[in-house]
Structure formats: C-alpha cells, structure tokens
C-alpha cells in the first residue's frame, strides 16, 4: 500500500480552495459586454395560448432581444429529445412526447418556459416580462397520478390517451401467480415513494457565447459536458456544424438533476448568436423548484408471497409513475429499466414481476435523483420485508438471514437473469447488528416508555446496480514541470475526484497525488465520457486508469532499458522506480522522462512520450450493498421524531480512500432522511398548481435532524473490474428511508399503528396515533 495510494484516507485537495473562497462555479465568470436572460414561464399547469404580443416589453428600457418559438424556429432549433425510450410490455413503442424549447401554442405545467427576454441586467428583463400581454385560455388540469387517472381527466397529450405513456413489465407473470397461488403467507403494502426536488445549493446556470469563426461556446454546470454534446447537436443541428464547446468549472451539487439538457441551454446560445453578445441565465431557488427536474413520485402496490417458514416465494409490484407533463431526457427509464438487476435485493426470490403504468401530469418533469431507481426500488422491497415480519411473528434481523443469498452461492443468477458476482450480506447484518447495539434495543425501548416516549428500531438492507455508459477513456499525458495531467470524461459535482483519482496514480506509479491535476469539464480537452451519474466513477475511471498506467510503465520499461543499457526483460518497476539489477541506477518515472529529453539517440523504435491513452468496457455492473439500521423515539403528545443512532455496514468493494467514502454515505443518509422525515413536493391535484414552491413550504434537513452516523465497511472485492470497486455515491440514499420508515413503525407497533407514508412528519405521527386512539 502506497503512502498516497488506494486505501489512504486522504483529505480532499479541493476543500482548500472551497473553503477560501476560490471556487470558480459558472455563475461567477463574467465577461465583456455580457447581457442577461430572464425566463418568462407559464403561470398555468394547462393551457392554450390564445395571443403574444412583445410590442411593449421590447420598447422597455435596457431591453436587447425577446425569444419566443418562432425565433427558435428561424434558429433551426428542434424538439428536445428523450433519448432513454422503452418499449410497452407488448413491444409497441411508448408514446412519446413533443417539447419545444419554448412553448409552441400549449403550455403544460406551472413554470413551462413561453418566452426569453435578452436585456442589459436582471431587473430590466424581468421589468419586460411584466409588459408582455399574453393571452391564456387554461385548460383542465391533472397534478398528481391520481387526478391524472381519473376517467374525466384531461388528456395531457394526444398521444397518451388516458395519460398513460407506457405500460412496462418485467418478469414471468406467469409463474408469479403460481408461486402465490401456493404461499402460506401473503404480505400487502400500498406505498408512496413521495415527490422531490433536488435543491443542490447552487442552482442550474448558463453562459451563451457566439464568435464567427471560432462557434459557439456553453459554460454551464453538468455532470458531465460529453453527455451534453450530443443531445445539444440533436436539438441545434446548426450550432454544432459551426463547432460547440461546452465548458463545466466547479460545480455545486448535482443529485441527478444537472446530468440533462435543459431548454435554458438552448436559449443562451441562440441569444448569445442573435445579439452578439455573451448572454448569461441563472435560475432562482423559486425556479429551480417550478422548473427543475424532480425525482421520485411513484404510487406502489407490492406484494411478498412466503412459505410457512418465512421463506420468499415470489415478489409482485404494480406502480404508477408520475412522468409530468413532458417526458424528460431519462424519464420512462428511471422506474423502468434502472432497478431490472436488484428488484430481489439481497434474497433468494424464485420469481419476480413488475408491472409499471407511466403517467402524464401537469407537473415539472421527473426524471433521476440520487440512486434513481434504485431507492424506489429498495424501499418496496424493504417495507415488504419488515410488514411480513411482523405479520409472522418474525425478527426484522431473522426473516432477513433466512433468504439471504449466502456467500457460497455467488455467481448468482438472480430471478431477472442478472448474474451477481460477490456478497456477504450476513456478515455486514451482523457488523450493523453489532454497531447498533441491536440486542440491547429493548432495553432502550422500556427506558424511553418509563419516560413517555415510544422508541423504534428498524432495519434496511438494499443493494444497488452502478449504471451509465459502459465504457469511459482517459488521458495520462506528463507535462514539462514534474506534473501529470489526468483527463477524464466524469465530472466531479461534490464525490471528491480530484483527490481520489490521483490516488489511483499514485498506487501504480508512485507519483505523489498532488502532482496530478485533473482535468475535466472542457469539450476542447476532452470531449467523450459518460459523467458522474449512477455511481459509475471510480468503477469506470480506475478501470481506464489502471489499464494508462500498466501502458506508461511497460513503455517506461523500454526507455529505461536504453538509457540503461541493459535488456528489457531487466528492468523492474516498483515503489514508483525503475531499476535493473544489473546496473546502480534508480530512475522516477520524472527522473526518466528528464533522461529522455535530454538525449538525442533515442532510436525511432522506442516510445517517445510516456503519455497514454486507454478505454475500460466494463462487462457487467458492480452491486454495492450495505446494511442500515437507524433508532428513532415519538413524543405521542406532539408526534415529534428524533433519530437518536444510525448505523450503517457497506460493502463497496476496494476502497480507495476511506475518508470520502463516509462522506459520500453520511451525505447520502441524510438525503434518504429528507424524503422520509421532511420533503414532499406537493402539486394541487386539480389546478396543477405547485403547493410547496419555497423553503417555507417545502422541508429540508438540517445537522439536528440527524444523529451521529457510525459507518463501518467491509471489503468484498468485486470480480468483475480490476480493482474490485463497487461504488459508493448513491449508496447511503438508497439504504436510509426504508431503515427509518421500519424504525418508526417498530416504535409505533404498541399503539396498533401498522402503516404510514412518507414523509412521516410529526402532523402525520400525531394524527395516526390520535386516529389509534380514537381521536
């Protein structure tokens, strides 16, 4: 293990200038002559656009340009793809919707963008706003997937009749219902995966800049700039022939949220053509709210069919999804396909079906948010598990280690055909166990009762699927001054790349990271890459870093045998030096590139630079799993929660550098803690309006919400990429809300309470247990 290597906990290097000040996000570069974009967007979840008329807001003061669809149209500026489409269950294609950048005739949520106004400062373009007469002719309106379904509901889209836009499964239907047919036991469990806004404390930015001869130029902050380039090139076939460069500087939070093309995207550039001028747009926190892609919102029916034992038969799930009024670039694949490979979790479940309707609202998009997918999928599954628990007498731990997949069973070919390559899944239960003092629980539960609260422990146990593009290159290229540059196609958004993969570096060249600058975020530097999204980052970049770094020595081992004078089959490479055996001489990898350089002898057949290009195709995904237990106690005088322990046993494969790895899974709790406890985007049903538009309306964690979390982990390489990483990023999101959801109804069990939803706020408790009483 090397000083600086994998396995070090290294403090992150981007912390210090973070914590100085000197972060450079996209909403500070500024630069000459720039002008300012403001969106006008639609106050109606439904409507007609009857009439526009710009005369008045153009004549305003500071005001240089107005954008509506017929400018986007003179652009060449298309519809906005959604580039993930799957197939109905019967193979017919699903019904795909039709959205402009600016609204075209119809507007189909609260917040859809009609018309964007190019002026001199913010003020001045939102004054213009305000003297746009336009003329609205609202429509009937769906705002949840139960208004959305109702028989009189609107048809949002033609195309969607009933505002069904897919109707997907997975699975053998078939023997499913043989397995139930058969079960001693059957569980049932309506749930509500509850609507969410991703809320990165930087909001989405972009800066629009045209030259003549040079094109166009995006600085925005992503997840990834390749991703961008090809949807944009979809949407302005005319920008990209005139050449586009998309640059990401630092960027505050992502969640998902900043993986997608955006129609602000659009307008920045085709303002910045129109004007000549560099035209920037931030959104406000009230727009990130209306206009943001949301996550989550899925309604469930799910079904656990056992033996008499306790034993998983087969498992059944009919969702509704909400889609929104568009469907937006990932939309149908987030409920769909992102969770095929986990649906059984961690157990032994012979058969498996789901069936999920995707439905059109006139609400914001939705699209991916940390885990996307996979915490949908978790949680079903987790409240299933503990609801048959109870209902058969059964340890929330025990009815777990009875359908575990036992470590001696891998390669195991699970019921939707994924081949799962490693796991000890009792192991990491009995570590949580341990750290969470589970045996001593009860214990604490009669000492909360003697002091007036109910205490509840609850238990989770997820597995993920990391996700994404299946191959990812990088660049080693040396500079003049001891430094390696490490180009990369991911795109760090708070997960710590730029002390994590210099970290690799250092394991197999001995070169001290901070050395190594990464670069990322620049089309012109690097223009291919899959972004950070779906935990995919080290598992992908180490693979394609290892792969650089083998090449860099076995060319470094061809040089050194020259300048050496001795035959390859001589040199070693160890410890970050090339050495022979034969010879007194040790040389850096810095030491023989200097050597190099400065003799011109070198024959034409021996490499002339140590830079190195290499692809990683992963073969399959990794399966980072982990155990949650979380401890909570109710005043049941008010309904108030307090989390008092967490604790968490991952395994996420080799670690590369245990410090980050907390934080992602500290982080990532504490996510999973606001959908349960807090966040709830709620739209009226009937108007379409957003009801929850702010912060005063609209609930997010806070450090009181949460206890100390104890993170232990355990090493299980996984078999299928060089290093054996599995991921962690999303990891702690996906493991938290079931674990806390469990907990609260462990504590809520006495009072008769068997069912709640999240998020369980203290009005819910208190109103289930006043409903329990009699109240």
Not at 86 to 110: H, K, M, Q, Y
Not at 256 to 283: C, D, I, N, Q, S
Not at 407 to 422: Q, R
Request: with cysteine; glycine share 10%.
């Amino acid at each position: 293990m090397k000083k600086f290597g994998v396995g070090q906990p290294l403090r992150r290097v981007e912390d210090v200038r973070f914590l100085k000040g000197e972060g450079r996000y996209t909403s500070d570069y500024r630069f000459e002559n720039e002008a300012v974009g403001y969106v006008l967007r639609s106050p109606y979840a439904h409507a007609d656009i009857s009439s526009l008329d710009l005369t008045e807001a153009k004549a305003a003061p500071g005001v240089i340009d107005i954008l509506t669809i017929a400018e986007m149209d003179a652009a060449g500026v298309g519809v906005m793809p959604c580039s993930r489409a799957i197939e109905n269950s019967d193979g017919t294609p699903i019904a795909l919707t039709e959205r402009w950048i600016l609204a075209r005739d119809r507007v189909r949520f609260v917040g859809d963008p009609v018309a964007f106004i190019i002026a001199e400062s913010l003020r001045e373009a939102k004054d213009a706003a305000e003297r746009v007469e336009i003329e609205y002719e609202p429509l009937d309106a769906a705002g949840t997937i139960e208004a959305a379904c109702r028989n009189e509901a609107p048809d949002i889209w033609p195309e969607a009749p009933g505002n069904l836009a897919f109707d997907w499964d997975v699975g053998d239907k078939a023997a499913v219902e043989t397995a139930f047919q058969a079960a001693d036991h059957i569980t049932k469990v309506t749930l509500i995966n509850n609507r969410l806004v991703p809320n990165p404390i930087e909001p989405r930015a972009a800066i629009g800049m045209f030259d003549p001869e040079a094109g166009h130029t995006l600085y925005t902050n992503s997840q990834g700039v390749a991703g961008l380039l090809p949807m944009l090139g979809e949407i302005m076939p005319n920008a990209v022939a005139g050449k586009l460069n998309i640059i990401t500087p630092d960027v505050g939070g992502g969640f998902g949220m900043k993986m997608f093309t955006y129609p602000e995207h659009v307008m920045v550039l085709v303002a910045a053509e129109r004007t000549g001028r560099p035209v920037r747009w931030t959104g406000d926190r009230s727009e990130a709210f209306l206009a943001d892609t949301h996550g989550r919102d899925i309604l469930s029916d799910v079904e656990l069919a056992l033996d008499a034992d306790g034993h998983f038969l087969a498992y059944r799930v009919s969702s509704h999804a909400n889609l929104g009024g568009y469907l937006s670039e990932f939309g149908p694949f987030i409920p769909t396909l992102t969770a095929v490979q986990v649906l059984g979790g961690v157990y032994k479940i012979p058969h498996i079906h789901v069936r999920v309707r995707g439905v059109m609202t006139n609400t914001a998009p939705v699209d991916a948010y940390r885990g996307a997918g996979r915490p949908e999928a978790a949680y079903m599954l987790e409240r299933a598990v503990n609801q048959a628990a109870a209902e058969l007498g059964l340890g929330q731990d025990e009815i777990r280690a009875r359908n575990f997949i036992p470590p001696d069973a891998f390669p195991y070919k699970n019921a939707t055909d994924t081949i799962l390559d490693s796991g000890d899944f009792a192991r990491n239960m009995k570590d949580a166990k341990a750290h969470a003092g589970w045996d001593g629980f009860e214990e604490r539960r009669a000492d909360a009762l003697a002091r007036g609260r109910l205490r509840g422990i609850g238990m989770a146990y997820y597995m993920e699927c990391t996700l994404g593009l299946p191959s990812e290159e990088v660049e080693v290229r040396f500079t003049s001054e001891d430094r390696v540059e490490l180009l990369v196609g991911t795109q760090s958004n708070g997960q710590g790349h730029e002390t994590t993969f210099p970290q690799l570096i250092a394991e197999k060249l001995g070169i001290d990271p901070d050395k190594v600058d990464l670069v990322q975020g620049d089309t012109k530097r690097k223009n291919t890459g899959g972004g950070t999204a779906g935990s995919r980052s080290l598992h992908m970049i180490s693979g394609a870093t290892l792969a650089a770094c083998d090449d860099i020595i076995g060319k470094g081992k061809e040089l050194a045998a020259h300048i050496m004078d001795v035959p390859g089959e001589d040199v070693e490479f160890a410890d970050g030096v090339f050495t022979s055996p034969k010879v007194n001489m040790f040389l850096s990898v810095f030491d023989l590139l200097r050597e190099a350089n400065e003799r011109n002898d070198l024959p034409a057949g021996l490499p002339q630079s140590l830079d190195s290009k290499s692809v990683y195709t992963k073969t399959d995904s990794t399966f980072p799993n982990g155990c949650h237990v979380a401890e909570v106690e109710i005043d049941p005088e008010t309904g108030s929660l307090k989390i008092v322990d967490y604790t968490v046993a991952d395994d996420f494969g080799r670690i590369v550098n245990p410090l980050i790895v907390a934080g992602q899974v500290h982080g990532g709790v504490v996510q999973g803690l606001g959908q349960a406890l807090l966040e709830n985007c709620v739209y009226d049903g009937e108007s379409g309006q957003l009801m929850t538009g702010s912060f005063m309306d609209y609930g997010l964690p806070r450090a009181d919400d949460a206890s100390d979390i104890t993170f232990h982990y355990n090493e299980i390489l996984c078999q299928t990429n060089p290093l054996g990483v599995k991921g962690c990023g999303e990891a702690g999101t996906i493991g938290a809300a079931p674990a806390i959801m469990n907990a609260i109804l462990d504590a809520l069990k006495e009072r008769g309470i068997r069912h709640i939803d999240m998020p369980a706020t203290p009005h819910k408790i208190w109103r289930a247990l006043a409903a329990a009483n009699g109240g």
